[in-house]
């Protein structure tokens, strides 16, 4: 019995040494989560863009094309298209005493009137070789008016722009927009100048008249004192009468004298006004003149156009460049789905 026992315990040992002393591999994992997450992602991102690489490799003559293509399409457009010249004028905008006869947006106002568009459409039915077919929108988008470069100059410059398929069609265009603008400002200009000339004229006159009202006044002046000088003389003559009747005399002739006088006073006055008058008018006469002279100008054409030696458009160069990105672009989201969609059938 006392040796069953001993085995007994002696197993027990050994299965608890066993247990704490076992050989088997325990897993190792490791210390940081986040490290294994991030070598995961790491594989899945490398493992993504060689899928993506390899696709665009795969489809890469597909996405050629239509890179090819593209190109091909906006070059055939762009040598196709009927090239576009510009020609301008430069315009300085007349004043009547010192204010604009037109303002900027006054002008582009005016042409975009139905009336005046038929005016520059008749001016380039011939040079242009327009039909009867040719609307006045399309007259409108050949030309355009806009602020010219002032650069702090007083004067006011616009630009009169115009657009044709030829240097010298352009230059046409041009030029029968901007004789419209000067005919338009000249009959401006020439009412205006009429008002001038009639407010020049009354100032005139009225100098003349107040000229011929200080010669009358100064004769007037003249004889009162001849007639005062004539009244002391009799006054003087009765200084010493003795008798009524030469007192009564003498007395008429000091009243005469104190009204003659009390008139070349009043007379005097009078020359005195006369002549800030002229003086007045002579400042005006000057101011009216400063104003022809330096404030009253009509419109005229500044710079002339020229024909221009290159076109504006089209831009080819730009338009294949911008072709090829967009080519580009478009066969990459091409090669894309149709990876996609081919996936989706498999």
Known sequence: MGKNKNKKYD???LNQNRYQHSDIPKEEKPENKNEEYHEHYIDEDEIDLKDYINVLVKRKWQIAIIFGVAVVLAGIISFTTPLTFQASNLVEIGSIKGEQLQNLNDIKSVFSRET???????????????????????????????????????????????????????????????????????????????TFNAEMETIVKSKEKTKKDIEKTTNDIARLNADILKYEEEIKKRANAYTEGQGRIAESYINLLAETKNQKESKETQLLDLEQKIITLDQSIQAKEYERVYETKPTEVEVFAIPPETSIAPKRKQNVLIAGILGIFIGILYAFGAEYFSKEKA
């Not at 616009?158 to 009959?187: C, F, M, W």
């Open 11 to 13: 197993n027990i040992h």
């Open 116 to 194: 005046v568009l038929r005016q520059v459409r008749a001016k380039l039915e011939e040079p242009l070789e327009l039909n009867e077919t040719t609307t006045t929108g399309a007259i409108n988008e050949m030309f355009d008016i806009k602020e010219g470069e002032n650069n702090g100059d007083p004067s006011v410059f616009i630009e009169v722009i115009g657009r044709a398929q030829t240097p010298e069609k352009s230059v046409e265009v041009v030029n029968a927009v901007t004789d419209i603008l000067l005919t338009y400002h000249k009959n401006i200009f020439v009412e205006a100048e009429k």
